[in-house]
T-cell receptor, first 118, second 111 residues
Framework: GAVVSQHPSRVICKSGTSVKIECRSL??????MFWYRQFPKQSLMLMAT?????????EQGVEKDKFLINHASLTLSTLTVTSAHPEDSSFYIC??????????????FGPGTRLTVL | TQLLEQSPQFLSIQEGENLTVYCNSS?????LQWYRQEPGEGPVLLVT?????EVKKLKRLTFQFGDARKDSSLHITAAQPGDTGLYLC???????????FGTGTRLQVTL
């Protein structure tokens, strides 16, 4: 399968600071990337769909000014958590994918970023 | 909104036992996928099922897609500690490239 990387894998920051998380597709060009949030012992919750060269599409209830997404190239999407607060602490996971041959939708996931806001 | 309910939520079994995890919805899906996620890592795709009634095998794992394409099951034979993890089903929703994830089943296999 395709390889997706995330950086950093773990970050600890003070309340009020901003944190940028990078998601890269290493061996294919991804016109669409997705950002998820996962709380402990829970499933993945889609936050937004990141489209190369255009604005991200956010899911209902996700603040677009809080979670800034930039998809500047076919291999890189970034998520910036602005003015982070302790309630933003979570596991953030990106994925890359879309419709593949035969019309089957598959996504390949990064290893995740653990954000802790003090 | 298309929801995917998984059962059981949590399963603790001993090595060598068999188990089945279910993924159910009231909606029809064009395909369903199963992922396994280990703590602190991203989900890893195990299989994609596309055709109603389809059965796929991956070593000791058997995946089935319901005839009506509303449900799927994952059966593990002779579970091993390495099978421990969070199992997630997922299906396309809304625009064709988005995925909705199931509620998850946490499996723990002990010696």
């Amino acid at each position: 399968g395709a390889v997706v990387s995330q950086h950093p894998s773990r970050v600890i920051c003070k309340s009020g600071t901003s944190v940028k998380i990078e998601c890269r597709s290493l061996d294919f060009q991804a016109t669409t990337m997705f950002w998820y949030r996962q709380f402990p012992k829970q499933s993945l919750m889609l936050m937004a769909t990141s489209n190369e060269g255009s604005k991200a599409t956010y899911e209902q209830g996700v603040e677009k000014d809080k979670f800034l997404i930039n998809h500047a190239s076919l291999t890189l999407s970034t998520l910036t958590v602005t003015s982070a607060h302790p309630e933003d602490s979570s596991f953030y996971i990106c994925s890359a994918g879309g419709l593949w041959a035969g019309g089957v939708n598959e996504q390949f996931f990064g290893p995740g970023t653990r954000l802790t806001v003090l | 909104t298309q929801l995917l309910e998984q059962s059981p939520q949590f399963l603790s079994i001993q090595e060598g036992e068999n188990l089945t995890v279910y993924c159910n919805s009231s909606s029809v899906f064009s395909s369903l996928q199963w992922y396994r996620q280990e703590p602190g890592e991203g989900p890893v795709l195990l299989v994609t099922v596309v055709t109603g009634g389809e059965v796929k095998k991956l070593k000791r794992l058997t995946f089935q897609f319901g005839d009506a394409r509303k449900d799927s099951s994952l059966h593990i034979t002779a579970a091993q500690p390495g099978d421990t993890g969070l199992y997630l089903c997922a299906g396309p929703t809304g625009t064709a490239s988005k995925l909705t994830f199931g509620t998850g089943t946490r499996l723990q296999v002990t010696l």
